[in-house]
């Protein structure tokens, strides 16, 4: 299957939908990612704290795919976000993986509290110069943690990875990344499955393309130019989630913006007290 791409602001092309891995381990989440490689995902998406970094490199390896037509990206905890920790953490990640490199590396959460984010960006800005990742950028920054790595290292992040989904479409925040160059990708982008329980009229508007609900809401994403990230077990569901490159309406778009709730992110919190270490 053919998927569209984007080129980032680093040059890196990337495509338009990647594969979540979140709770996927041992040997059949292995076999899960690379079931989604045979499908056509080339976008997989891990992270240290999801402790799979492991069976992402053996399904990479194993791969009939070829290395460089897969994107790996793997995302830095809290508790090493101080410079020399988070150059080691990123070694260790890809010690793990048995890669050579990883081609999009994120710090997983600011966390403003702790404040070292920008020791942590220093540190991913330093591994790309070295070669261990070709990309760099950051999960659930806001303008501000964006404005301060920014302004320490002159590097722009190339990905900023939110939780958004038709609930919590999180508008003006993607319309600044955009103004700036970075490119959104979607965490949680169907909400777990909640959407079309509590909303009927995503069922209604899916029907009408013959889609199910959740490719519904996965075009919604690719419309907006936002890169869901859904995670995915079966091979019937991968399949299911590739098949969202359709054209929605104008009509049918407005209405599923028409869903945001001002309250309905999934960590109450937010980035700017949040705290994932």
């Known amino acids: 299957m053919s998927i569209p791409s984007y080129t980032l602001n680093d040059g890196l092309e990337i495509p338009a939908i990647g594969l979540g891995t979140y709770k996927l381990r041992g040997f059949a989440g292995r076999n899960s990612i690379l079931s989604g490689l045979e499908l056509g995902y080339r976008l997989i998406d891990s992270a240290f704290n999801y ?17 460089d037509e897969i994107i790996v990206a793997t995302k830095l905890p809290g508790r090493y976000h101080q410079y020399d920790l988070a150059l080691a953490a990123i070694e260790e990640s890809l ?27 220093e540190a991913l800005v330093e591994a790309q110069a070295r070669g261990l990742v070709r990309s760099v950028g950051v999960c659930n920054f806001l303008p501000e943690h964006v404005e301060k790595v920014v302004a320490a290292t002159s590097v722009t992040p190339s990905i900023n990875q939110i939780e958004r989904h038709p609930f919590f479409p999180q508008f003006e925040h993607v319309a600044w990344d955009s103004a700036h160059g970075i490119r959104n ?27 199910t ?6 075009a919604w994403h690719v419309h907006s130019g936002v ?51």
């Open 213 to 218: 609900p959740a490719q519904l809401i996965l």
């Open 51 to 67: 402790d799979n970094e492991g069976i992402v490199g053996a399904a990479v390896q194993l791969s009939a795919v070829p290395r």
């Open 227 to 277: 890169i869901p990230i859904p995670k995915a077990a079966s091979a019937a569901r991968q399949a299911e989630n590739l098949d969202v490159f359709f054209d929605l309406s104008e009509a049918d778009f407005a209405a599923i913006n028409a869903l945001a709730r001002p309250d309905r992110r999934l960590i109450l919190e937010g980035p700017d007290t949040h705290e994932e270490m």
């Open 95 to 121: 010690l793990r993986m048995r890669l050579d490199y990883i081609d999009l590396m994120l710090i997983h959460w600011p966390n403003p509290i702790t404040g070292l984010y920008v020791e942590a960006w």
């Open 185 to 211: 990708q979607a965490w949680s982008p169907l909400l777990r499955g909640a959407i079309e329980a509590e909303a009927p009229i995503i069922a209604e508007i899916a029907q009408a393309y013959g889609k």
